[in-house]
């Protein structure tokens, strides 16, 4: 192993040198090759989101470990660097606890991120919510960190070891279908028979509103009837919550429309004037 081929010898610096490139281009081939196979798995299971989390985790995985064996296989196989290995690791007790303190946070990202691809909590695709300020679609869990793409097309790094720890709202992880609520707010002598009516008919119209067979069957119920308006409730399934916020906008101007088309009376606010005497 001293002398490799007559190009280069392993006891020169110049042959130490040339070998080093050698076994890091090999290394960053073979975990290329790796990645692409990987990539072309994960491309074939695009619908399927539970296989697809480990398999892009692991194509994440890859260019590490293999970089991790390439420096091993580099320090074993040179002799004076195999020499000099043997020297530090017999006394390696107070470095391998150094080490492994600064390495801490590291650790536990990666075995956080394991944790999630094993456990599922959420998967590459699902949309889940941390807080209001945290909330998003996962686009990536690599060794370190999670991928959130909000919607403001912004990515959220988040840390596995903080993720695997909060409690997550996931959207999606049975089923894409939710529930969305949708006040209005009507006048005093408004017509609530007809304001009801409007509002499923507009409702059914929504291309994201899950398909039923009457507008008869969304919900809609008076909530409370305060002081200056009557309040409604409809309750509306959407197909997919990625779609809510703009299902509720639309479906509040088209029923406002129908208001003032139909004359619905809308809530007029009434101004309390003292009087001093």
């Known amino acids: 192993m001293d002398k490799i081929?007559?190009?280069?010898?392993?006891?020169?610096?110049?042959?130490?040198?040339?070998?080093?490139?050698?076994?890091?281009?090999?290394?960053?081939?073979?975990?290329?090759?790796?990645?692409?196979?990987?990539?072309?798995?994960?491309?074939?299971?695009?619908s399927e989101r539970f296989g697809r989390t480990s398999i892009q985790f692991l194509r994440n995985s890859v260019?590490?470990?293999?970089?991790?064996?390439?420096?091993?296989?580099?320090?074993?196989?040179?002799?004076?660097?195999?020499?000099?290995?043997?020297?530090?690791?017999?006394g390696a007790g107070i470095i391998a606890a150094i080490i492994g303190f600064a390495a801490q946070a590291a650790l536990s990202n990666l075995i956080a991120g394991a944790f999630i691809v094993i456990f599922k909590p959420f998967r590459v695709g699902d949309y889940i919510k941390l807080d209001e300020a945290r909330v998003g679609i996962v686009e990536d869990i690599t060794l370190r960190h999670t991928v959130i793409?909000?919607?403001?097309?912004?990515?959220?790094?988040?840390?596995?070891?903080?993720?695997?720890?909060?409690?997550?709202?996931?959207?999606?992880?049975?089923?894409?279908?939710?529930?969305?609520?949708?006040?209005?707010?009507?006048?005093?002598?408004a017509n609530i028979d007809l304001a009801r009516k409007i509002i499923q008919e507009e409702a059914v119209k929504l291309p994201m509103v899950m398909e039923t067979e009457s507008s008869d069957s969304i919900d809609v119920r008076v909530i409370d009837i305060h002081?200056?308006?009557?309040?409604?409730?409809?309750?509306?399934?959407?197909?997919?919550?990625?779609?809510?916020?703009?299902?509720?906008?639309?479906?509040?101007?088209?029923?406002?429309?129908?208001?003032?088309?139909?004359?619905?009376?809308?809530?007029?606010?009434?101004?309390?004037?003292?009087?001093?005497?």
Not at 13 to 33: D, E, K, N, Q
């Open 5 to 46: 081929s007559p190009y280069f010898d392993l006891n020169t610096p110049l042959g130490i040198t040339l070998y080093i490139l050698i076994v890091l281009f090999v290394a960053w081939g073979i975990s290329r090759l790796i990645r692409q196979i990987i990539l072309v798995v994960i491309k074939s299971k695009k």
């Open 63 to 90: 260019k590490f470990f293999v970089g991790i064996f390439a420096l091993i296989f580099i320090v074993m196989t040179i002799p004076t660097l195999r020499s000099k290995a043997t020297i530090i690791f017999s």
């Open 149 to 189: 793409n909000n919607f403001e097309n912004k990515r959220l790094i988040i840390p596995n070891s903080v993720i695997s720890t909060d409690s997550v709202l996931n959207h999606t992880i049975q089923d894409s279908h939710v529930l969305s609520f949708n006040n209005f707010k009507i006048g005093l002598r």
């Open 227 to 277: 002081e200056t308006y009557i309040h409604m409730r409809a309750y509306v399934w959407m197909n997919e919550p990625f779609q809510e916020f703009r299902g509720k906008c639309a479906l509040k101007e088209a029923v406002h429309k129908r208001f003032i088309e139909e004359g619905v009376d809308l809530p007029i606010p009434i101004n309390k004037v003292e009087t001093i005497d």
